[in-house]
């Protein structure tokens, strides 16, 4: 059955690093979200992606974030200057379509900033 | 604001038991809900999915059931087992909207 799958699954950087977020969605979906879970918190809404362009993004998603699919399978998410409060869990999702299709999720990547 | 609640917290139950996770979201027009699954430090796995037309969806000893109107879901497991511990989280897509929005789950605890 096909997933998602996210790398790496631990990743430890120090404050002010940037980090990149790989995933590779499910390969005929065409919508892409990432969400994060700080420790004992919901799990929040970053963005999606269509169409290489973002369609929706949080109050969370400031300029320090940004998203690309550089290729053909891959979606990332990178964080130019990682600050304490980055750390947590970020999990990625794609869809066949948006609105009212199942997001399929991967199993996440744990981020520490030191 | 559109929310998602989930309540209780936690639960602690013995093996065997039938229980009930309620989910309580703040506006009717809803695309579907998903019921998640999360155990400790892991990704999450999803469980059922209920789109708006549908009352219920059943996968084996898991039944959900969504009542739009009164913006309620709940997720009934039957014949609990230890294996079921985990977090059972509860989210919304709201019409309109690509996200879904998270309750903040329910740690179940069956205690053997």
């Known amino acids: 059955e096909p997933e998602v799958t996210q790398t790496p699954s631990h990743q430890v950087t120090q404050m002010g690093q940037e980090v990149i977020l790989r995933c590779v969605p499910i390969?005929?979906?065409?919508?892409f979200y990432w969400y994060r879970q700080i420790l004992g918190q919901k799990v929040e809404f970053l963005v999606s992606?269509?169409?290489?362009?973002?369609?929706?993004k949080s109050e969370i998603f400031d300029d320090q974030f940004s998203v690309e699919r550089p290729d053909g399978s891959n979606f990332t998410l990178k964080i130019r200057s990682t600050k304490l409060e980055d750390s947590a869990m970020y999990f990625c999702?794609?869809?066949?379509?948006?609105?009212?299709?199942?997001?399929?999720f991967g199993p996440g990547t744990r981020l520490t900033v030191t | 604001k559109q929310e998602v609640t989930q309540i209780p917290a936690a639960l602690s139950v013995p093996e065997g038991e039938n229980l009930v996770l309620n989910c309580s979201f703040t506006?009717?027009?809803?695309?579907?809900l998903q019921w998640f699954r999360q155990d400790p430090g892991k990704g999450l796995t999803s469980l059922l999915l209920?789109?708006?037309?549908?009352r219920e969806q059943t996968s084996g000893r898991l039944n959900a059931s969504l009542d739009k109107s009164s913006g309620r879901s709940t997720l009934y497991i039957a014949a609990s087992q230890p294996g079921d511990s985990a977090t059972y989280l509860c989210?919304?897509?709201?019409?309109?909207?690509?996200?879904?929005?998270f309750g903040q789950g329910t740690r179940l605890t069956i205690n053997p």
């Open positions: 999702a794609s869809s066949d379509q948006g609105g009212p299709y199942e997001q399929y």
């Open positions: 390969s005929n979906h065409l919508y």
């Open positions: 992606f269509y169409n290489n362009e973002i369609s929706e």
């Open positions: 506006d009717s027009a809803i695309y579907n």
């Open positions: 209920i789109q708006s037309s549908q």
């Open positions: 989210a919304v897509n709201f019409q309109g909207a690509q996200k879904l929005v």
